[in-house]
């Protein structure tokens, strides 16, 4: 897979990926999540990752401190001001 600019300066790069990509929202995923949110809160590439993930429409996993629910309703309103 190429390797995207601005991944080399993710907050995340060298943390496990389970953090970012639990099995389950629910009972240990959830805190997961929210720790995986820190991080992504100071990273320096969240923008480009948010994007990234909308662009691409991730399903799955904490993308610039978003969770799958969450970039759904941000491409619903983008949609709606399309
Ligand atoms: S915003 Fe979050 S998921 Fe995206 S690169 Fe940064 S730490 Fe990783």
Redesign the pocket.
């Given at each position: 897979m190429m390797m995207l600019d601005?991944?080399r300066r993710?907050?995340?790069?060298d943390l496990d990926p389970e953090l970012?990509f639990p099995i389950s929202a629910e009972g240990p995923g959830r805190s997961q999540v929210e720790q995986?949110k820190h991080?992504?809160a100071r990273?320096p590439?969240?923008e480009a990752?948010?994007a990234y993930a909308l662009d691409t429409r991730q399903a799955y996993g904490?993308?610039?401190?978003t969770d799958p629910d969450q970039r759904r309703d941000l491409a619903l309103a983008a949609a709606h001001h399309a």
């Open positions: 601005w991944t993710a907050a995340c790069l970012f995986a991080v992504c990273c590439v969240r990752c948010l904490v993308w610039g401190g």
